[in-house]
């Protein structure tokens, strides 16, 4: 291992890289019992949890997101709430409330705040994009802050605190979509896809006959909370940094450096918190697969979940049926891996003396 990687974070042993590896094998073992396929799904929600993120995650209904997100609760034996965001839903029904209690002894009132659905270690926000802004905000700032402001009170959550948002790509009529500011708030945005012929083959011969799956969870929440500390302390070299910053900044349209096609393409791109993302989601995942240090590999395999909701692409790419992910997908093969090649490379000296 280089200086500059040991020089960012505890050494760790590979007894510390075993654990959160051993856990990702009992997690997926257990949800195995009740969720088919969507192994790579279950991956990305747990390199976020593991970061201390949020994830979006969108896919047509039927898809059986809520299910595995309970069901994960259950493997990690972390309590679970679930909000629907309907077009009536208030602030005050997500975050709690204030009510006046009389003490039937002494006839005293007083205010007694009474925890709403927040208050809890996993909470699903199912169709965030049907909800008005207003309670929009509510929970996005629960997820920043990790507590919640009632009247002249803070209510501090519990912790850990982990919320998936999902959205429904169809029927947009009468939603409320999230601003790219507020969607920058999701360390991940996940695409739920169709399952292959196989796994909905099992799906339909599971759910339509007797046999019920039963979880055990395998871990406590001070076992989540030492790994999530865990993950911060995984070294990671100078150059994987690099190489991270040298994605996130080809976003950028009109900054040196950019490739012509970025300029062409995207009408916004990501911003620093991208970069801080890929980088705690590079040493989780390094983590889940029992390794101690980042690899660009790590990088590259985020990239999509990273930056897919914070580059906008503009109306010729719409146009032209471009998406955020083609792009990316061009970005990585542009920017070479290896540290030579890098530094060498006319276009990234631009980019790291902008």
């Not at 993950?231 to 976003?251: E, G, K, N």
Request: hydrophobic share 40%; aromatic share 6%.
């Amino acid at each position: 291992m280089s200086h500059d990687a040991a020089a960012n974070g505890e050494m760790l042993s590979e007894a510390d890289a075993s654990r959160l590896h051993e856990a990702r094998r009992r997690i997926l073992e257990q949800l195995g019992k009740v969720i088919v396929g969507q192994e790579h799904v279950i991956d990305e929600i747990l390199i976020c949890l593991f970061s201390r993120g949020h994830v979006m995650l969108e896919g047509v209904p039927g898809l059986a997101k809520t299910l595995m997100i309970s069901t994960l609760a259950k493997t990690l034996d972390l309590s679970f709430s679930r909000i629907q965001f309907t077009p009536d839903l208030m602030p005050a029904d997500v975050t709690g409330t204030e009510i006046i209690e009389e003490d039937k002894s002494t006839g005293h009132r007083e205010f007694r705040f009474m925890q709403g659905p927040l208050f809890a270690n996993v909470v699903l926000a199912d169709e965030i994009n049907r909800t008005p802004p207003k309670t929009q905000a509510a929970l996005l700032e629960a997820m920043q802050e990790r507590q919640v402001t009632v009247g002249r009170n803070r209510h501090v959550l519990s912790d850990p605190f982990f919320v998936l948002a999902t959205q429904n790509p169809i029927e947009q009529e009468g939603t409320y979509p999230l601003p790219e500011a507020q969607q920058d708030r999701f360390m991940f945005k996940v695409f739920v896809e169709y399952p292959s012929f196989d796994e909905e083959f099992e799906v339909a011969r599971r759910t339509t006959g007797t046999q019920t799956g039963v979880v055990e969870p395998v871990l406590a929440a001070e076992e989540i909370l030492r790994l999530q500390q865990l993950v911060r302390q995984v070294p990671i070299s100078d150059h994987v940094v690099r190489y991270a910053l040298s994605l996130v900044r080809q976003t950028r349209v009109g900054s040196d450096g950019v490739p012509d096609f970025v300029n062409d393409l995207v009408g916004w791109g990501a911003g620093p918190r991208a970069v801080q993302f890929l980088i705690l989601g590079g040493k989780a995942r390094a983590l889940l697969e029992g390794r101690f240090h980042v690899q660009v590999e790590d990088i590259q395999a985020l990239a999509k979940a990273v930056l897919r909701h914070r580059v906008v692409v503009n109306f010729a790419a719409e146009s032209d049926g471009i998406s955020s992910d083609d792009l990316i997908e061009r970005i990585i093969a542009a920017t070479p891996t290896t540290e030579d090649e890098l530094s060498r490379d006319a276009r990234f000296q631009k980019i790291f003396a902008s």
